[in-house]
């Protein structure tokens, strides 16, 4: 079946039948969808909810859901060469043969990916060349905040939880197959009925698309089992998620703003999902994930409750946490991961290095927050440090980066008094502006200025074995331009990706070239795109996506960014009215507070 | 314990470290009770044979492991299958003769299915080859010294010119020790490997 496997890279990312694998007759139910993910198996498979989706959907008898992802350049060139369809994991199904093909939308530089796996997969890659024999190509995702940019590709795009929605909108379509009707019909009509669902081609930019949330997690699906994969993944563990939203509000994350409110798992349900997935694969570690998962109200109590229960089922287990929080309560929680005694490294994200520059994107610790930490970590012997910054925020000047530097500078030599085996590792990103957040009117700085930003910063750092990486600040740009995109790039995109672009999120993949003449042949300044300013009475490209926020908040969260006004936490301060619980009827949940 | 298992089809394209990782996740859902090392990062007790190489079967491959409680040999070998796929079944299991496999054996036995109708020669890889037979047109079976440093079967045809466009399947028969003009298999037990020289063995 896959007698080309020997003649490529990495061949067990395409030998499917990973251990749990749902014993289904594939072939035979009455609707089939293929989940695709446009990345490698090994990124794909590590996305939480590509994978809930996936056991949602198998949990019922008519319906069925498999995997694809874009083959690596080698095997696509193979299958190329030989006439040969992009296949499903599972039953292996050519793509073009299901009923749904659905898309993760999960990050802006996948988008040539995805026309590998519709070309390759013998679907025609825009939505206006597919016919009642083609499967019905639908977006979800964060990316689905911003689907105008690849709206010719698709037939339709769920804004918002999938795993509900989908489930709804799979439902209405078996019934209406059964009914008679055709594939094509139905999109029209669906879009009609579902406000959470786009259907590009029947509405134009004329519908307001409402984003589908669940209330509540305790009462959602997560699945009991997960697959296990024979070869090593990216996040190689099982995943419990101890709630979805995050209201920090740090002024330039997407996430922040357009998954709110906060909805928290109970501790009950953490544990009991803990256990069912560990048991049932056979994992060694387990990660309470989240966009935050320190702020998770229960956390310490999660950590203490597993920490015990699966000592009493005898399993060794280490748990680990996404990231940390700057306080010392992070440190305890550090600390009671690691009962085994192992400290890994420690990695924290201040974002910006002075408190000015803190305030203005909203991220709430202080210097004393930071140093604190440090010493406190430096003497319960924690030893390796990593730090996330931005370069290239709002209102960002040399004092900014000096204050970086010197930030750095204080971190290492505290690091260093408390403990000699301190080592600090500093990675430094492009602020990139996203849609649907307080900085979508602000621009991208040059290339060339934050690579001189980023330069001095590391030039700052020398001699003083503090290791500084940095993001490709090319790579940024292009993210730039696409997350705040509308319908004119996808043409730059099928034009690039018809030039040989391919996984070009992966840095040594890139070529600038390509995008630079594609963008040129098309008529585009990608500048425009990611660098220039937008007033507040433009219209944008993506408003009639509603991520439930509303503008007027998004506005007033940029004007107080100017004035260096950090806002509150509406967990534990006031509400702000951001506009989502008034517009949806929902509410923070808070595990322990009920 | 050593286990004997086999390792067939697709399974043929893990890597001997995933494939480590793997059997540890089946050994714990089995609830097979391994051992661990002190330290600060604490390991299974578990060893591999001599890895195969990516995209080579294994008929008969061999791991070690050290069990905290006695167990029925059988036993095991019945749990873990439940947690395998029958292209990785385990075969046998036996308690652990007091050699460590990777240095016990030094022979082995592979079975090259070309693509391609050509005669297989290899001339550049003296020292290590025991003997070939044509068991059918396209069909090798190869006798291997296995020495330290030696290349593996991969590089050994590769450097005779082959490469995956003209090979269809590689398989390895065994492990065995050569000594004395007797041979061992990883159990210690003597065997007679004239079976594997009669074509039709
Ligand atoms: S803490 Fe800030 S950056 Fe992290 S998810 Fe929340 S809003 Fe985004
Ligand atoms: S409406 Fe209020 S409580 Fe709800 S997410 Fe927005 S700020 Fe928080």
Same mark, same amino acid.
């Given at each position: 079946?896959?007698?080309?496997?020997?003649?490529?890279?990495?061949?067990?990312?395409?030998?499917?039948?990973?251990?749990?694998?749902?014993?289904?007759?594939?072939?035979?139910?009455?609707?089939?969808?293929?989940?695709?993910?446009?990345?490698?198996?090994?990124?794909?498979?590590?996305?939480?909810?590509?994978?809930?989706?996936?056991?949602?959907?198998?949990?019922?008898?008519?319906?069925?859901?498999?995997?694809?992802?874009?083959?690596?350049?080698?095997?696509?060139?193979?299958?190329?060469?030989?006439?040969?369809?992009?296949?499903?994991?599972?039953?292996?199904?050519?793509?073009?043969?299901?009923?749904?093909?659905?898309?993760?939308?999960?990050?802006?530089?996948?988008?040539?990916?995805?026309?590998?796996?519709?070309?390759?997969? +013998?679907?025609?890659?825009?939505?206006?060349?597919?016919?009642?024999?083609?499967?019905?190509?639908?977006? +979800?995702?964060?990316?689905?905040?911003?689907?105008?940019?690849?709206?010719?590709?698709?037939?339709?795009?769920?804004?918002?939880?999938?795993?509900?929605?989908?489930?709804?909108?799979?439902?209405?379509?078996?019934?209406?197959?059964?009914?008679?009707?055709?594939?094509?019909?139905?999109?029209?009509?669906?879009?009609?009925?579902?406000?959470?669902?786009?259907?590009?081609?029947?509405?134009?930019?004329?519908?307001?698309?409402?984003?589908?949330?669940?209330?509540?997690?305790?009462?959602?699906?997560?699945?009991?089992?997960?697959?296990?994969?024979?070869?090593?993944?990216?996040?190689?563990?099982? $995943?419990?998620?101890?709630?979805?939203?995050?209201?920090?509000?740090?002024?330039?994350?997407?996430?922040?703003?357009?998954?709110?409110?906060?909805?928290?798992?109970?501790?009950?349900?953490?544990?009991?999902?803990?256990?069912?997935?560990?048991?049932?694969?056979?994992?060694?570690?387990?990660?309470?994930?989240?966009?935050?998962?320190?702020?998770?109200?229960?956390?310490?109590?999660?950590?203490?409750?597993?920490?015990?229960?699966?000592?009493?089922?005898?399993?060794?287990?280490?748990?680990?946490?996404?990231?940390?929080?700057?306080?010392?309560?992070?440190?305890?929680?550090?600390?009671?991961?690691?009962?085994?005694?192992?400290?890994?490294?420690?990695?924290?994200?201040?974002?910006?290095?002075?408190?000015?520059?803190?305030?203005?994107?909203?991220?709430?610790?202080?210097?004393?927050?930071?140093?604190?930490?440090?010493?406190?970590?430096?003497?319960?012997?924690?030893?390796?440090?990593?730090?996330?910054?931005?370069?290239?925020?709002?209102?960002?000047?040399?004092?900014?980066?000096?204050?970086?530097?010197?930030?750095?500078?204080?971190?290492?030599?505290?690091?260093?008094?408390?403990?000699?085996?301190?080592?600090?590792?500093?990675?430094?990103?492009?602020?990139?502006?996203?849609?649907?957040?307080?900085?979508?009117?602000?621009?991208?700085?040059?290339?060339?200025?934050?690579?001189?930003?980023?330069?001095?910063?590391?030039?700052?750092?020398?001699?003083?074995?503090?290791?500084?990486?940095?993001?490709?600040?090319?790579?940024?740009?292009?993210?730039?331009?696409?997350?705040?995109?509308?319908?004119?790039?996808?043409?730059?995109?099928?034009?690039?990706?018809?030039?040989?672009?391919?996984?070009?999120?992966?840095?040594?993949?890139?070529?600038?070239?390509?995008?630079?003449?594609?963008?040129?042949?098309?008529?585009?300044?990608?500048?425009?795109?990611?660098?220039?300013?937008?007033?507040?009475?433009?219209?944008?490209?993506?408003?009639?996506?509603? $991520?439930?926020?509303?503008?007027?908040?998004?506005?007033?969260?940029?004007?107080?960014?100017?004035?260096?006004?950090?806002?509150?936490?509406?967990?534990?301060?006031?509400?702000?009215?951001?506009?989502?619980?008034?517009?949806?009827?929902?509410?923070?949940?808070?595990?322990?507070?009920? | 314990?050593?286990?004997?298992?086999?390792?067939?089809?697709?399974?043929?394209?893990?890597?001997?470290?995933?494939?480590? =990782?793997?059997?540890?996740?089946?050994?714990?859902?089995?609830?097979?009770?391994?051992?661990?090392?002190?330290?600060?990062?604490?390991?299974?007790?578990?060893?591999?044979?001599?890895?195969?190489?990516?995209?080579?079967?294994?008929?008969?491959?061999?791991?070690?492991?050290?069990?905290?409680?006695?167990?029925?040999?059988?036993?095991?070998?019945?749990?873990? =299958?439940?947690?395998?796929?029958?292209?990785?079944?385990?075969?046998?299991?036996?308690?652990?003769?007091?050699?460590?496999?990777?240095?016990?054996? =030094?022979?082995?036995?592979?079975?090259?299915?070309?693509?391609?109708?050509?005669?297989?020669?290899?001339?550049?890889?003296?020292?290590?080859?025991?003997?070939?037979?044509?068991?059918?047109?396209?069909?090798?079976?190869?006798?291997?010294?296995?020495?330290?440093?030696?290349?593996?079967?991969?590089?050994?045809?590769?450097?005779?010119?082959?490469?995956?466009?003209?090979?269809?399947?590689?398989?390895?028969?065994?492990?065995?020790?050569?000594?004395?003009?007797?041979?061992? =298999?990883?159990?210690?037990?003597?065997?007679?490997?004239?079976?594997?020289?009669?074509?039709?063995?």
């Amino acid at each position: 079946m896959r007698d080309w496997l020997s003649l490529v890279s990495r061949p067990s990312r395409y030998i499917g039948r990973e251990w749990n694998i749902p014993a289904k007759e594939w072939k035979r139910s009455e609707v089939r969808v293929c989940l695709a993910y446009p990345d490698t198996y090994e990124i794909g498979m590590s996305y939480l909810g590509y994978k809930i989706l996936y056991w949602l959907l198998n949990g019922f008898e008519w319906l069925s859901a498999e995997r694809a992802f874009t083959p690596w350049i080698d095997a696509e060139m193979l299958l190329r060469s030989r006439g040969e369809f992009l296949r499903s994991l599972e039953s292996s199904t050519p793509l073009k043969d299901f009923d749904f093909l659905g898309v993760t939308l999960q990050y802006e530089m996948n988008a040539t990916n995805i026309l590998t796996l519709l070309d390759l997969g +013998g679907i025609p890659i825009r939505a206006e060349d597919r016919d009642d024999d083609h499967p019905i190509v639908i977006g +979800g995702g964060p990316g689905a905040f911003t689907a105008q940019v690849y709206a010719p590709f698709f037939d339709c795009f769920l804004l918002g939880d999938g795993e509900e929605a989908f489930l709804e909108l799979l439902r209405a379509y078996r019934d209406w197959r059964r009914a008679g009707g055709k594939r094509r019909d139905f999109l029209a009509e669906a879009g009609d009925h579902f406000p959470w669902l786009w259907v590009p081609l029947a509405h134009g930019r004329s519908k307001l698309v409402r984003r589908s949330i669940i209330p509540s997690l305790d009462e959602g699906f997560y699945p009991k089992v997960d697959l296990v994969p024979w070869t090593e993944i990216v996040h190689d563990r099982v $995943s419990v998620e101890v709630f979805r939203g995050c209201t920090r509000g740090c002024r330039f994350c997407q996430a922040g703003m357009v998954y709110r409110p906060v909805r928290e798992r109970s501790l009950d349900k953490v544990v009991e999902i803990a256990k069912n997935l560990v048991l049932s694969t056979g994992y060694e570690e387990l990660s309470l994930t989240s966009l935050a998962s320190c702020d998770y109200s229960m956390i310490k109590e999660a950590l203490i409750s597993l920490r015990s229960e699966f000592q009493r089922l005898g399993l060794r287990l280490s748990l680990s946490l996404p990231s940390l929080r700057m306080d010392t309560f992070s440190i305890d929680l550090a600390e009671e991961i690691m009962s085994d005694g192992r400290k890994t490294t420690l990695t924290f994200a201040p974002e910006a290095g002075t408190q000015r520059l803190r305030d203005v994107i909203n991220k709430n610790i202080t210097d004393d927050d930071i140093f604190k930490t440090v010493e406190e970590l430096a003497k319960r012997g924690w030893n390796r440090v990593k730090l996330y910054f931005m370069v290239g925020l709002p209102t960002e000047g040399d004092e900014d980066i000096s204050g970086l530097v010197s930030l750095v500078k204080g971190i290492h030599r505290l690091g260093k008094r408390f403990n000699r085996r301190f080592s600090l590792s500093v990675s430094l990103a492009s602020f990139v502006p996203k849609a649907h957040t307080p900085f979508q009117w602000e621009g991208q700085l040059p290339q060339d200025v934050l690579r001189e930003r980023m330069r001095f910063i590391k030039s700052s750092l020398k001699g003083k074995d503090i290791e500084v990486h940095y993001h490709d600040v090319d790579l940024s740009f292009l993210e730039a331009v696409f997350a705040r995109g509308d319908h004119n790039l996808a043409s730059v995109i099928e034009r690039a990706w018809r030039k040989g672009a391919r996984f070009d999120g992966w840095d040594e993949q890139l070529n600038m070239r390509t995008w630079i003449s594609a963008f040129s042949e098309e008529g585009i300044d990608p500048y425009y795109y990611a660098q220039r300013k937008i007033s507040y009475d433009e219209k944008l490209p993506w408003d009639f996506l509603d $991520s439930g926020v509303d503008k007027d908040f998004l506005i007033l969260e940029h004007r107080s960014a100017l004035l260096g006004r950090a806002s509150g936490d509406c967990r534990w301060d006031s509400c702000l009215r951001c506009g989502v619980c008034q517009k949806y009827s929902v509410r923070n949940e808070i595990a322990s507070r009920v | 314990m050593r286990l004997e298992y086999r390792k067939l089809g697709s399974f043929r394209f893990i890597s001997h470290l995933d494939w480590l =990782n793997a059997l540890k996740r089946a050994l714990r859902r089995a609830s097979i009770p391994i051992g661990y090392s002190g330290g600060f990062s604490p390991q299974m007790k578990i060893s591999l044979g001599p890895p195969l190489p990516v995209g080579v079967e294994g008929l008969r491959e061999y791991v070690d492991l050290e069990l905290t409680e006695v167990r029925v040999p059988l036993d095991v070998v019945h749990k873990l =299958n439940e947690e395998l796929p029958p292209e990785l079944w385990f075969l046998r299991c036996e308690s652990s003769p007091d050699f460590d496999i990777v240095k016990f054996v =030094n022979f082995s036995i592979y079975d090259v299915f070309l693509s391609s109708e050509c005669e297989l020669k290899l001339d550049g890889v003296k020292g290590a080859l025991y003997k070939i037979i044509k068991l059918y047109p396209k069909v090798y079976r190869l006798f291997l010294f296995l020495t330290p440093g030696a290349s593996g079967i991969v590089k050994l045809l590769f450097s005779s010119g082959l490469s995956w466009q003209d090979i269809f399947l590689i398989r390895r028969l065994g492990i065995w020790r050569f000594e004395d003009g007797k041979i061992l =298999n990883p159990f210690g037990e003597v065997e007679d490997l004239d079976k594997y020289i009669d074509k039709r063995g």
